[in-house]
């Protein structure tokens, strides 16, 4: 979505990575501009699929462009809205499917709700909405929460680091000798 409205020619965002382009803007944006429809309704699973959205948010981009006269690549006057409104449909799709599973766990015994954790990391802990939606939806169902630093939630070596640190000072799964250990690039 961030490179379909050229967030990179944003004066506010040129820098910044796609995801927290959309988080920038989406703060002073109006949502309730645009509705998209929630991906995946008709589906009672836990799986997450975002191909629907992005194809409805298209469609609309490309309906404003028609609207304001703009070719592709040039920034619509509503970009803030627009960024508002799927950053608000994606945070509600994954606190949807987070809570189905939430539910399944705890009815097929898989985790106990007395000491049930919900653990977000990756690109989407580190968008401040979506992680308020997910606290929220811990809290109100006697989970705990946790999450890394948004800093260490983009970078995909930094949390595979981090999960090396968490296992070692555990004692889980750490192999102590590399004695017998052929290491091969690729």
């Given at each position: 979505v961030a490179r379909r409205l050229s967030l990179r020619k944003h004066p506010e965002c040129h820098s910044m990575a796609g995801g927290k382009a959309i988080e920038h803007l989406a703060q002073t944006g109006n949502r309730q501009l645009h509705t998209f429809r929630l991906p995946m309704q008709r589906y009672r699973n836990c799986d997450f699929?975002?191909?629907?959205?992005?194809?409805?948010?298209?469609?609309?981009?490309i309906q404003k462009e028609k609207e304001e006269g703009i070719q592709e690549?040039?920034?619509?006057?509503?970009?803030?809205?627009i960024a508002a409104a799927v950053q608000h449909a994606v945070a509600v799709h994954v606190i949807?499917?987070?809570?189905?599973?939430?539910l399944?766990?705890?009815k097929n015994s898989i985790l106990s709700s007395k000491n049930a954790t919900l653990v977000v990391?990756?690109?989407v802990a580190s968008n401040?909405?979506?992680?308020?939606?997910?606290?929220?939806?811990?809290?109100?169902?006697g989970f705990a929460f946790l999450c890394p630093p948004p800093r260490l939630c983009t970078d995909n070596?930094?949390?595979?680091?981090?999960?090396?640190?968490?296992?070692?000072?555990?004692g889980l799964g750490v192999l102590h000798s590399t004695d017998g250990i052929r290491y091969e690039p690729k």
């Open positions: 699929s975002f191909s629907g959205l992005q194809n409805l948010v298209n469609k609309a981009i690549g040039e920034i619509l006057s509503c970009v803030k809205d949807q499917r987070t809570y189905r599973a939430m399944f766990c705890i990391s990756g690109g401040q909405y979506i992680r308020k939606g997910l606290q929220t939806l811990a809290d109100a169902n070596g930094v949390m595979i680091a981090w999960n090396g640190i968490e296992r070692l000072r555990a």
